[in-house]
């Protein structure tokens, strides 16, 4: 196993700032960044900023120029030897006669592998694995769609501390401070698509786009029946919006259509309900990442009990609004033992709110 030094890591760490700076921009492609180094001092750095745009190696190639020669590269991900959108970075490093290249983990993408054995081929000394888990964390829906054919799905959650998500006669604006909002919609922002129930549409009526950026995540209704009107304010541009249903009469999609909206078709549970596994599917076949799920109780229950939920990111405000409201999630089970298990994996004040991160166990 390869001995590496403090500079080594401080080289790679800061290669991991870099890829971060791509965190909402670069989907469909991983989060990358790297770093070119001669005698322990950066010459050159740059992340990947968008897909069709050059890959972290090809940027930091170029501002280095001659002085890659005989030099260091650090990159979050392994480079890749495919011919894309853009050239193989991999033939590129060779190229530039880098003398070492450190990945921090190999690229899951089968297409893109392979390019740390032909830069060995090449005479190239190579490592792998420096800060894997940090680089592994931050490209989790990257590596979720390749590894088990779906994306990463975290679900958004704000209630009072007494988990009610909304009044019984609906009111639900807003229960939590302008801060934790602000964040909820950061999260949506890194998202490749936002998830939404028909119910909520019905009722809300929201937008659910990213504020401030070009880049629109695919903003999907999950809607078994057609129920949500081709009119409501999800399915309007800018960005793109597709509604996922059960339903299986055609006639039935035109109207959304020729709103721009896609329409697919999935098997149905056996409640006659949109399958989630089916769901997930079109996602990945969509190249999503990272879903972000904004959904009612029914829609969060069910994604809680196909075990589909990879994070929960819970706001809770500090104040009590009584029984007869929403809870967070529809879920009807036999027993304790039944209980869906999560870990705390992260908690954190938001103005006057407080954000849980969970995972599962």
């Not at 921090?104 to 060995?120: I, S, V, Y």
């Not at 888990?133 to 990257?142: H, I, S, V």
């Amino acid at each position: 196993m390869a001995q590496w030094t403090k500079r080594d890591r401080a080289h790679m760490k800061r290669a991991l700032q870099l890829a971060r700076r791509g965190l909402r921009s670069a989907d469909p492609n991983p989060r990358v960044g790297c770093v070119v180094a001669r005698g322990g001092k950066i010459v050159a750095e740059a992340f990947h900023k968008q897909a069709g745009g050059a890959h972290a190696e090809a940027a930091a190639l170029a501002r280095a120029g001659r002085a890659a020669e005989g030099a260091d590269v650090f990159v979050t991900l392994a480079p890749c030897r495919h011919q894309g959108r853009t050239p193989p970075c991999a033939a590129q490093l060779a190229a530039a006669k880098v003398a070492r290249v450190v990945a921090a983990c190999d690229d899951p993408n089968p297409a893109a592998a392979g390019g740390l054995a032909e830069l060995r081929a090449a005479g190239v000394r190579v490592e792998c694995g420096l800060l894997a888990t940090e680089a592994r964390e931050l490209n989790a829906g990257f590596f979720m769609r390749f590894e088990k054919k779906r994306p990463f799905i975290r679900l958004k959650s704000a209630a009072s501390v007494d988990g009610v998500t909304a009044m019984a006669g609906g009111e639900s604006k807003w229960i939590t401070g302008t801060a934790a909002r602000d964040a909820g919609r950061k999260l949506r922002a890194r998202a490749s698509a936002v998830v939404t129930g028909s119910g909520t549409v019905l009722a809300d009526n929201p937008a659910l786009r990213a504020p401030n950026q070009k880049r629109q995540p695919l903003r999907v209704v999950v809607d078994s029946k057609l129920r949500a009107p081709p009119g409501a304010e999800i399915f309007a541009p800018p960005g793109p919006a597709m509604v996922v249903t059960a339903c299986a009469d055609e006639n039935l999609f035109a109207p959304f259509q020729k709103r721009g909206v896609r329409v697919r078709a999935v098997k149905a549970d056996a409640a006659g309900r949109v399958d989630l596994g089916a769901l997930a599917a079109v996602l990945c076949e969509e190249e999503c990442n990272e879903a972000h799920l904004e959904c009612g109780a029914t829609l969060a229950g069910a994604f809680f009990a196909a075990g589909l939920v990879d994070e929960w990111v819970l706001y809770l405000a500090p104040k009590i609004l009584g029984r007869g409201g929403a809870g967070l999630a529809g879920l009807r089970l036999p027993n304790l033992g039944a209980a869906v298990n999560f870990t705390f994996h992260g908690a954190r004040r938001v103005g006057e709110d407080l954000q849980l991160t969970l995972r599962p166990d």
